[in-house]
Structures are given as C-alpha cells and as structure tokens.
C-alpha cells in the first residue's frame, strides 16, 4: 500500500521560512518521480517543484530562487525547502510520487503566508 506523508505545515510570516517533508512507502522511491504540488482556495492545483529519480529538478517560474526540492533515498524522504515566503504562497501543499505502480497523492499539509 502506498503511503505518502507530508508534515512540516504552518502559519509563518512573509519573508519567512518552512521545510515539507514527504516519507515515502509502499513502492521503490528511489526509481520514482517526487513533486510538491499546491492548491489555494478556489484555484486548480498546481505543480511547485518536481525531482526526478536521478536529482534533476524543475520549478514553477513563481518560486524559482526561493524554493529547493531535494530528496534523501536512504530515507524514503522528500523535502521542499521554502525560503523568502510570500503570502501568495500560501496554498495546501500536496506531495505527489509517480513510480512504476501508477501515481499517488499525500494528503496535503497547510501552509499559511500571514503577518
């Protein structure tokens, strides 16, 4: 069974900074697909960032210089790290694998960009 897990969610300041986490199970993560995708209230879902199964990654042109994805397959993890957040950044924030079983979604972790 495939489990994606997200955590690292908040309520931070503008200017501020948050890390997601993603563990991973339930499929071979290192031969896998990892996004970070986002949803604002009203608005479609969008993909953040991506990191392909051997580093290469692509971002949204609205958080590139500000947001790095990584990840740790020793750990089954993936992280977004967030810096300069602004308040348009806020938005639940869904991790997505795509690996050889099909596709699968977490249930998403709240990030809320406010002074």
């Known amino acids: 069974q495939v489990q994606l897990v997200e955590s690292g969610g908040g309520l931070v300041q503008p200017g501020g900074s948050l890390r997601l986490s993603c563990a991973a199970s339930?499929?071979?993560?290192?031969?896998?697909?990892m996004g970070w995708y986002r949803q604002a209230p009203g608005k479609q879902r969008d993909l953040v960032a991506a990191i392909s199964s051997g580093g290469s990654t692509n971002y949204a042109d609205s958080v590139k210089g500000r947001f790095t994805i990584s990840r740790d397959n020793a750990k089954n993890t993936v992280y977004l790290q967030m810096n300069s957040l602004k308040p348009e950044d806020t938005a639940v924030y869904y991790c997505?694998?795509?690996?050889?079983?099909?596709?699968?979604w977490g249930q998403g972790t709240q990030v809320t960009v406010s002074s």
């Open positions: 339930g499929f071979i993560f290192s031969a896998a697909v």
């Open positions: 997505n694998a795509r690996h050889m079983k099909g596709r699968d």
